[in-house]
T-cell receptor
């Protein structure tokens, strides 16, 4: 069963628009970790954020922000004032249990930001 | 942060040959490394978990005799694709798990840059 669902396959926005990438996860564990990674065309994964299941505080880092809601099992990612350099595939991932386990990745959302 | 390297970054080989991919943790020791595979425009799928000094644990559907994993030291894991065929063409990414030695109680997972395998 798919544990991480990223319903948006592709999103296209014009530069300076805000965009939200959705992520819904499924787990029975009470302890788990959620991640977002960026994968540019080069293929190398770029770590963006890790959040544990006990910390529902939203986080902001520059133009990036994350909204974690356990009630809806969602961990959405918003890019404010998007830029062309934000164009990439973004993956949401889940690691269940205590740290040290492999990641279950969503199918990814391809974001294209045009000038 | 910690650095994980992969070698080679890309390889093209003929069908039927074997290819070895190395994954190294450059500035930390990793008792556990993971191997993922990513087909074009698809997600990363875990292939196997590699533990130093013991046999790898393979995910369902991954042929252990075809994808040989050796984790002979705390900084090196290798994945050998034996008798490669065009359907094995993919992007292979490894990750190495810290053991909390970097000042954190959380076992961080650091990814290598990936190896693109093309089998002709």
């Amino acid at each position: 069963a798919q544990k991480v669902t990223q319903a948006q396959t592709e999103i296209s926005v014009v530069e300076k628009e805000d965009v939200t990438l959705d992520c819904v996860y499924e787990t029975r564990d009470t302890t788990y970790y959620l991640f977002w990674y960026k994968q540019p065309p080069s293929g190398e994964l770029v770590f963006l954020i890790r959040r544990n299941s006990f910390d529902e505080q939203n986080e902001i880092s520059g133009r990036y922000s994350w909204n974690f809601q356990k009630s809806t099992s969602s961990f959405n990612f918003t890019i404010t004032a998007s830029q062309v350099v934000d164009s990439a595939v973004y993956f949401c991932a889940l690691s269940e249990g205590l740290s040290g386990y492999a990641l279950n990745f969503g199918k990814g959302t391809s974001l294209l930001v045009t000038p | 942060g910690a650095v994980v390297s992969q070698h080679p970054s890309w390889v093209i080989c003929k069908s039927g040959t074997s290819v070895k991919i190395e994954c190294r943790s450059l500035d930390f020791q990793a008792t556990t490394m993971f191997w993922y595979r990513q087909f074009p425009k698809q997600s990363l799928m875990l292939m196997a978990t590699s533990n130093e000094g013991s046999k790898a644990t393979y995910e369902q559907g991954v042929e252990k005799d075809k994808f040989l994993i050796n984790h002979a030291s705390l900084t090196l894991s290798t994945l050998t694709v034996t008798s490669a065929h065009p359907e094995d063409s993919s992007f292979y990414i490894c990750s190495a798990l810290t053991s909390g030695a970097l000042g954190s109680s959380y076992n961080e997972q650091f990814f290598g840059p990936g190896t693109r395998l093309t089998v002709l």
